[in-house]
């Protein structure tokens, strides 16, 4: 994580407004609030979210990808760019 640490190893509330930031800025459509608790916490439970957002919407491009792949011919052009697309 970040050298500025104290000596006990402990995260300063310095670092944890740095992070809630970094945090926040990654969010889509996060919008910028102040640094209470209530806020921090509102941030958080919005990331969870977002997280699981994600993850259900690869869970259904790839089922998506899965239909597609099984219709087409194994050995068409288009078979073999799906699996480079993949490969990389």
Do not use: F
């Not at 190893?9 to 209470?36: D, T």
């Amino acid at each position: 994580m970040s050298s500025r640490r104290s000596s006990g190893g402990a995260i300063s509330e310095e670092e944890i407004n740095e992070l809630i930031s970094k945090l926040q800025s990654l969010l889509p459509n996060a919008r910028r609030r102040g640094s209470g608790q209530a806020s921090t916490t509102k941030l958080l439970k919005e990331t969870c979210s977002y997280i699981k957002s994600l993850h259900r919407e690869v869970d259904d491009l790839s089922d998506r990808l899965s239909d597609l792949m099984s219709t087409m011919d194994h050995n068409s052009a288009g078979a073999e760019i799906i699996r480079s697309i993949l490969r990389s």
